[in-house]
């Protein structure tokens, strides 16, 4: 494994299916791999070895963001793009003779190209000054290299690719003139119409488009056109592969990487499958998604936090893309499980998959996979991670193929700083690191005092004219040090884009009620600004936005934002080695210097470590150690991981015996790695006490009786067939725990809280409901502030000072522990903590400003947010516990109006705008206020428009508002058309149906 700077990406890629539309992407060829002698290695790859396969790409500019990616043309759904595309079309067709003879022969032979069956790998760009072809790909194309000068805009803003493809289309329609073609397209006007669009019917169903197409061309010998968006989707499949005209780097680049894009889409679309997802990553790729969606005819939805549907609608018309969390991401597949489903999951993209190895949310995605792998023999899984070390585990847990390439489109130069001189990480040299210069810039020792890591000296070689992120190991050192350098910063740097910086501050008090961090209202001047959990969303997305476009151009930032934000820099400087008290990991260290490299912008990245000389050693020593390997987190805090997927399995009638339980259990991630993790106890040792725990907590219960000896004796259970038989079925409350998916350690409270809340609710206020939804996790965690909470109470009116009674906190108490007064008597403390949490959500309800109730209650701004949203989607999970429940009957409706309340937590005016992915709150209001009141408007709404009334947005933020406005509404319009299709329609068990039927046998 190569140490040198180069980013290590790992993809592990899907189970073999027999599913021919849905092959995988074919790597996009190198100049080193582009020679004859590599056929013998395609055919390998053709054959379906598993063997792993590594290529070794040289290094171009970094591709890590939509803007670079694409340019100024997001996606296909621009008109603009489109528009110059359709222009150079006509160049080449506009002649009645072009007209006749189009074809579809070039676009099938640059999609057969394109397309390899049972090649299990998928495209990584790499790149070279030009692409070259070697002489089989020459010989099967026909064409030359033929360079096309930029000599008229549109040839020149148009992918290079196009315009060979249109060069091609004329060429052969040239070759491919004779009479009779003449006399038969003479005598057929019908096929005449060259620029007429496909209906949305013929993209969703195109095996059957290609079928009757063949079919017209063997009737009649006219061959027809196809229209502009299935070149888009078919041809630039396969022009990756073909020769392309020189253009610069940046554009080629460009282009390679659309031409993926479009190839995984056409063949998803193709796939027989009718839903697409989950997809795991951020649901802000949904806003960068829904602009494809509304152009090649899918639905994009969004499920996290408490949006989202159980099951999902079942479209009979389109297929859907799910953009999911991974807790969202598993309730998702249990109730396509649960409704027999699943086998309509297409495909399954799992981005970060290292996230598998952390934590409970590493338990849930194992869990997630694991159901899918046993329930579906048709869905695919693609993994994606740039930090995997035992990629061999996970290849036997997915029964999967990996391709593997050590590469940076961008090059990325590491470099470790002690003292004032500068080192550069070199594998090579004997101490892991060379000499590479001495810092240039004078100190005075008050400054040096002030700025002992020389962060001035190494930010100011980079700003403003390009960007940097500094690494802190803690949220207050992230503000210290924001502060710091601006105080030491000149003076010019506050001349800078002055003007975009004050817009920038008018924005973030517009969406703050009129405040704004003194820290920020400091350092943005400057060009300045720290990025932590302690912002709001709706200030961290302005932020970032006025980041990447260069407004700001150095954040302070903790290790979160290496991982899920598209925030690249020039210059990454890790602050410490340190991520608050503990030492660095590998994983975190490279995932950290990823950052560094922006494509289309700069040619190199750097990262630079600040050590002392103590830790040098241990530094070293990390550099040159492997990354981290991934383990099953199924077996943590007693089982419990293991327990909440057996609950699952026999809730879900996966498997409800002994045999095929364990016999699940055994292809699980931990079943791969039972010898490694397991010391003392058995894999199925662990899976027996599993299930008597859960059948003690009245979760399951038995079918059959066997005697705890018997049942923990290997011998008797393998050796008995009818031990195998040995069944269970999970009882109202486990069916209630596991469909609201609540955590094992809570459901019996959570149910005791219910169930005591039936004896005296208090319906005067929302504070009862919200009490009964406050996390129970976060309250384990809180520490409240008591003279606060005394004073908070004290706030409160008869009846909601009643709900403290009820839950079993007295007055007295908190009076006590504010004056610091012994506590004789015992109180629990998670009852107390949690009430004090809903005080804060209480509070923030009624007065919907997070400033004043930060203030209130000295908590960061971002931790009230974060608590609200999971409030929000813990208030979503009792909703579905009660569903199951009857005797919870009257919180139905309750809890339904709550979570709505929750999630949104303002004006009921702006609640339609915020169910657009990336409108928040500040722009949510801003766009109520210049008229756009409802989902329809924004979707009729103009992008240009929207940029010149709506203050600091961007042409690409405006385009994805519109586009994921439209989605939905076209999401909503479908759901009610179907609806009226299914009133309508004729049941299948109509009487007279039935009757005819009978006679008929």
């Known amino acids: 494994m190569d140490e040198g700077g180069s980013r290590i990406r790992r993809r592990v890629l899907v189970r073999k299916r027999n599913r021919p539309s849905l092959e995988n992407v074919v790597a996009t060829p190198t100049a080193a791999e582009l020679k004859p002698s590599d056929e013998g290695e395609d055919e390998e790859m053709v054959a379906g070895s598993r063997r792993r396969k590594t290529v070794d790409v040289q290094p171009v500019e970094n591709i890590d963001s939509e803007e670079d990616m694409f340019g100024d043309h997001d996606s296909f759904a621009e008109n603009s793009f489109l528009a110059q595309v359709d222009d150079l079309e006509q160049k080449y067709l506009q002649l009645p003779e072009h007209r006749k003879h189009a074809t579809d022969h070039a676009t099938e032979d640059l999609c057969s190209e394109s397309i390899t069956p049972n090649t299990l790998s998928i495209a990584t760009v790499g790149g070279c000054t030009e692409l070259k072809i070697d002489e089989h790909t020459k010989n099967q194309s026909g064409h030359e290299d033929v360079p096309i000068e930029p000599e008229a805009d549109i040839l020149y803003s148009v992918p290079s690719s196009q315009v060979l493809f249109f060069k091609n289309l004329h060429s052969s329609s040239d070759d491919l003139v004779d009479p009779s073609t003449e006399e038969r397209n003479g005598n057929s006007s019908s096929h005449e119409t060259v620029n007429q669009e496909l209906p949305i019917n013929s993209i969703e169903q195109p095996q059957q488009t290609d079928k009757s197409s063949s079919k017209v061309r063997t009737s009649s010998g006219v061959n027809r056109r196809k229209s502009l968006k299935d070149h888009l989707k078919s041809a630039m499949t396969g022009n990756a592969k073909a020769q392309t005209p020189i253009f610069s780097r940046t554009k080629q680049l460009k282009e390679t990487l659309l031409s993926e894009e479009i190839n995984v889409a056409k063949k998803t679309i193709e796939s027989s499958s009718d839903d697409i997802g989950p997809f795991y990553s951020l649901p802000s790729k949904i806003s960068g998604l829904s602009s494809f969606g509304i152009e090649l005819g899918f639905f994009v939805e969004e499920y996290a936090g408490s949006k989202g549907k159980f099951p999902p609608i079942k479209r009979r018309e389109k297929k859907s893309l799910y953009i999911a969390t991974i807790e969202k991401g598993h309730s998702l597949v249990n109730s396509l499980i649960e409704t027999g489903r699943i086998s309509s999951l297409g495909l399954v993209v799992v981005d970060e998959l290292h996230m598998i190895g952390e934590g409970s949310r590493g338990a849930i995605l194992e869990m997630t996979?694991?159901?899918?792998?046993?329930?579906?023999?048709?869905?695919?899984?693609?993994?994606?991670?740039?930090?995997?070390?035992?990629?061999?585990?996970?290849?036997?847990?997915?029964?999967?193929?990996?391709?593997?390439?050590?590469?940076?489109?961008?090059?990325?130069?590491?470099?470790?700083?002690?003292?004032?001189?500068?080192?550069?990480?070199?594998?090579?040299?004997?101490?892991?690191?060379?000499?590479?210069?001495?810092?240039?810039?004078?100190?005075?020792?008050?400054?040096?005092?002030?700025?002992?890591?020389?962060?001035?000296?190494?930010?100011?070689e980079v700003i403003p004219n390009y960007s940097c992120l500094v690494f802190c190991p803690t949220k207050k050192n992230c503000e210290n040090v924001a502060e710091m350098i601006c105080k030491l910063l000149s003076k010019e740097y506050l001349k800078y884009k002055e003007k975009e910086k004050l817009e920038v501050i008018k924005n973030l008090k517009n969406i703050s009620g009129g405040n704004l961090c003194p820290v920020l209202k400091h350092t943005i001047p400057f060009g300045v600004a720290y990025h932590h959990s302690g912002l709001t969303s709706d200030e961290r997305k302005l932020l970032e936005e006025a980041y990447s476009t260069g407004v700001l151009c150095l954040f302070t930032c903790t290790s979160t934002l290496a991982a899920g934000v598209n925030l690249p820099a020039r210059r990454v400087i890790l602050r410490a080695p340190y991520v608050a008290k503990e030492f660095l990991k590998r994983n975190q260290y490279k995932q950290m210097i990823g950052r560094a490299g922006r494509a289309g912008i700069d040619s190199i990245g750097e990262s630079i470590l600040i050590l002392q000389e103590k830790d040098k050693q241990q530094v070293l020593e990390l550099i040159s150690r492997p990354l981290e390997n991934c383990y099953s987190h199924l077996v943590q805090e007693f089982t419990k991981g293991i327990q909440t997927l057996l609950l699952s399995l026999i809730g879900l009638k996966i498997a409800t015996n002994l045999g095929d339980i364990y016999h699940f259990m055994s292809g699980t991630f931990f079943g791969v790695q039972q010898k490694i993790l397991l010391k003392e106890k058995s894999l199925w040792e662990i899976t027996v006490e599993s299930l008597r725990y859960l059948t003690e907590k009245g979760l399951l219960?038995?079918?059959?009786?066997?005697?705890?000896?018997?049942?923990?004796?290997?011998?008797?259970?393998?050796?008995?067939?009818?031990?195998?038989?040995?069944?269970?079925?999970?009882?109202?409350?486990?069916?209630?725990?596991?469909?609201?998916?609540?955590?094992?350690?809570?459901?019996?409270?959570?149910?005791?809280?219910?169930?005591?809340?039936?004896?005296?609710?208090?319906?005067?206020?929302?504070?009862?409901?919200?009490?009964?939804?406050?996390?129970?996790?976060?309250?384990?965690?809180?520490?409240?502030?008591?003279?606060?909470?005394?004073?908070?109470?004290?706030?409160?009116?008869?009846?909601?000072?009643?709900?403290?009674?009820?839950?079993?906190?007295?007055?007295?108490?908190?009076?006590?522990?504010?004056?610091?007064?012994?506590?004789?008597?015992?109180?629990?403390?998670?009852?107390?903590?949690?009430?004090?949490?809903?005080?804060?959500?209480?509070?923030?309800?009624?007065?919907?400003?997070?400033?004043?109730?930060?203030?209130?209650?000295?908590?960061?701004?971002?931790?009230?947010?974060?608590?609200?949203?999971?409030?929000?989607?813990?208030?979503?999970?009792?909703?579905?516990?009660?569903?199951?429940?009857?005797?919870?009957?009257?919180?139905?409706?309750?809890?339904?109006?709550?979570?709505?309340?929750?999630?949104?937590?303002?004006?009921?005016?702006?609640?339609?705008?915020?169910?657009?992915?990336?409108?928040?709150?500040?722009?949510?209001?801003?766009?109520?206020?210049?008229?756009?009141?409802?989902?329809?408007?924004?979707?009729?709404?103009?992008?240009?428009?929207?940029?010149?009334?709506?203050?600091?947005?961007?042409?690409?933020?405006?385009?994805?508002?519109?586009?994921?406005?439209k989605m939905l509404l076209h999401e909503k319009a479908e759901a009610l058309q179907e609806e009226v299709e299914e009133l309508l329609r004729l049941p299948s068990d109509f009487p007279g149906i039935v009757a005819s039927s009978v006679e008929k046998v």
């Open 701 to 965: 219960q038995k079918d059959t009786i066997l005697t705890e000896k018997r049942l923990l004796r290997k011998d008797t259970i393998y050796g008995s067939e009818e031990a195998f038989q040995y069944s269970f079925h999970i009882t109202k409350l486990g069916r209630a725990s596991f469909k609201g998916t609540i955590d094992l350690a809570y459901c019996d409270i959570l149910y005791r809280d219910l169930k005591k809340g039936l004896e005296g609710l208090v319906l005067e206020s929302l504070l009862h409901l919200i009490y009964l939804t406050t996390p129970y996790d976060m309250a384990s965690q809180c520490d409240p502030n008591w003279m606060i909470y005394f004073q908070q109470f004290n706030h409160l009116s008869p009846a909601e000072q009643n709900v403290a009674a009820v839950v079993g906190v007295s007055e007295n108490f908190i009076g006590k522990k504010a004056s610091g007064q012994a506590i004789r008597k015992k109180v629990d403390k998670n009852i107390v903590n949690r009430l004090y949490l809903s005080f804060v959500l209480y509070t923030l309800l009624k007065e919907t400003n997070i400033w004043s109730v930060s203030e209130k209650f000295n908590m960061p701004r971002g931790y009230i947010q974060s608590l609200l949203s999971g409030a929000a989607a813990f208030s979503s999970c009792v909703l579905h516990f009660c569903e199951e429940l009857e005797e919870f009957w009257v919180y139905r409706a309750l809890f339904v109006e709550l979570t709505k309340k929750l999630t949104y937590c303002v004006k009921a005016e702006l609640i339609p705008l915020m169910e657009v992915t990336g409108v928040l709150e500040g722009r949510a209001r801003q766009l109520y206020n210049a008229g756009y009141k409802s989902l329809t408007h924004l979707a009729n709404a103009n992008p240009e428009v929207l940029i010149r009334t709506i203050d600091h947005l961007s042409r690409r933020q405006a385009k994805q508002i519109v586009s994921s406005a």
């Open 369 to 460: 996979l694991a159901k899918i792998l046993y329930t579906s023999k048709t869905t695919q899984i693609i993994g994606m991670s740039a930090t995997l070390n035992n990629v061999e585990d996970l290849q036997e847990f997915l029964q999967a193929e990996y391709y593997t390439s050590q590469f940076r489109p961008v090059e990325l130069k590491e470099y470790l700083k002690i003292n004032n001189a500068i080192y550069e990480v070199d594998s090579k040299a004997e101490n892991g690191m060379t000499f590479s210069r001495l810092l240039n810039y004078k100190y005075s020792d008050s400054l040096r005092k002030m700025d002992p890591d020389h962060l001035v000296a190494l930010v100011t």
